[in-house]
């Protein structure tokens, strides 16, 4: 069976990334969401064509909302909120509260996050357990992957523009930050 679906997204979170689509049956009315191509969310014959879904997104729940507006006869426009702002302030706003770095260990691909406002890791969806310690130059954080040994270091830059920097070492090597 085919899918009408109208829109897609993808959604960074600190336990994965998200794909997120939506379908929507203009002439009967009906809602699909679907999260990484599960479907999560089905409404059959809705007599009212805009509105909003709201639904849970991975492993802590965070709120996602699908608006759907018309915007001329029977065309529609369908937006994306995460934690009630737009997925672009939210992914914006992101890159400034976590840090993200993509590795492969023992052959496998690594997905590493850190929460820099509580200061939580999570490794491939999954949070970590850690250890923190003050340092002469900052702070460390660290946690164990498999047999590899990773710490997070915090330093200060001294510039009040630029702040704390983060940096990811594995095993005692440093690994490249990634864009997300």
């Given amino acids: 069976m085919s899918r009408d679906v109208v829109g897609m ?8 990334i998200y794909q997120i689509e939506f379908e929507h049956g203009t002439t009967t009315g009906k809602r699909v969401i679907y999260i990484n191509g599960k479907e999560v969310l089905r409404r059959d014959w809705m007599f009212k064509l805009v509105g909003k879904e709201t639904f849970p997104v991975g492993s802590t729940g ?7 507006e018309a915007i001329t006869g029977f065309a529609y426009e369908y937006t994306l909120e995460i ?4 997925l672009q302030s939210f992914l914006d706003n992101r890159s400034k509260i976590s840090k993200t770095w993509l590795l492969k260990l023992d052959g496998a691909d690594c997905r590493i996050v850190l929460e820099k406002d509580t200061m939580d890791v999570w490794c491939n969806g999954q949070r970590m357990e850690t250890t923190g310690e003050f340092a002469d130059d900052g702070t460390e954080t660290h946690f164990a992957v498999g ?3 990773c710490c997070i270091k915090a330093t200060s830059t001294g510039k009040k523009r630029t702040g704390i920097t983060h940096s990811l070492l594995v095993d005692g090597t440093r690994i490249i930050d990634t864009m997300e």
């Fill in 147 to 149: 047999n590899h040994e």
């Fill in 62 to 68: 965070t709120k996602a909302t699908i608006n759907i």
């Fill in 9 to 16: 997204w993808e959604v960074s979170l600190s336990d994965g």
């Fill in 83 to 86: 934690n009630g702002k737009s």
